[in-house]
């Protein structure tokens, strides 16, 4: 993609993707290439590359909005737990300097960043340990479940779940002194929590 096809495919992607995750387009609703396009105003081929992506992630079936059930929810946080987990536990053993200065980072900016900056600095951290692993089929997996995680994302981070920062500073400590057991227990605890703290919030709303 030329750099401004891949600027417009992020643009119709996150703004999709926003959408449907806030609710502002009702399950069900099927989607128009040539209206979004309208809507937009944008060409239909970064529309379609948008469907494509989010079809992948779980969030549009056969071109309808797709709304994911709490069931949907527990089993993505399975996976997650169950990959997540066995990264950090490799991290502790494997990761590179670059990398591990990187987490140190993203813990630094979740405890004084801004909530945009906190969102990013939370997806690097977990993005840098799954990718960490280089193990191309558990970075594939995670990635077509980016679109639920990035809600459950949004819930702790701009609804404040305690403690979040403080136990990405805990596994980034496990990872850095190689106690590679301690540090997969602490990411499966973590995301545990995140997920209930999230199924609580949503069921809620």
């Known amino acids: 993609m030329k750099k401004k096809d891949v600027h417009t495919y992020t643009y119709a992607y996150e703004y999709l993707r926003d959408q449907i995750l806030s609710g502002k387009i009702e399950p069900n609703t099927k989607l128009t290439e040539e209206k979004l396009a309208e809507e937009l105003g944008i060409s239909r081929t970064p529309i379609r590359s948008a469907i494509a992506k989010l079809e992948q992630e779980g969030l549009i079936k056969n071109k309808r909005i797709f709304s994911p059930t709490q069931t949907d929810i527990r089993n993505i946080f399975q996976v997650r737990i169950l990959l997540e987990g066995f990264a950090a536990r490799y991290c502790a053993d494997y990761i590179t300097k670059d990398a591990l200065e990187r987490l140190k980072e ?8 801004t909530i945009e900056e906190v ?4 997806y690097l951290f977990h993005q840098i340990i ?25 819930t702790v981070v ?8 403080e136990e990405h ?6 990872i850095a002194t190689h106690d590679s057991q301690l540090a997969e227990q602490l990411m499966i605890d973590h ?3 995140d997920l209930e703290f999230s199924i609580h919030r949503l069921m809620k709303n």
Do not use: F
Not at 119 to 122: L, P, R, T, V, W
């Open 130 to 154: 799954v990718e960490e692993t280089h193990n191309p089929e558990i970075v594939k997996i995670i990635d077509r479940m980016q679109s639920i995680i990035y809600l459950l994302r949004k």
């Open 106 to 113: 993203c813990v630094e900016i979740g405890q004084k960043g």
């Open 158 to 165: 701009q609804q404040k779940r305690p403690h979040l920062i």
């Open 169 to 174: 500073a805990a596994i980034y400590h496990a």
């Open 191 to 193: 995301l545990q929590k």
């Open 119 to 122: 969102m990013e600095a939370n």
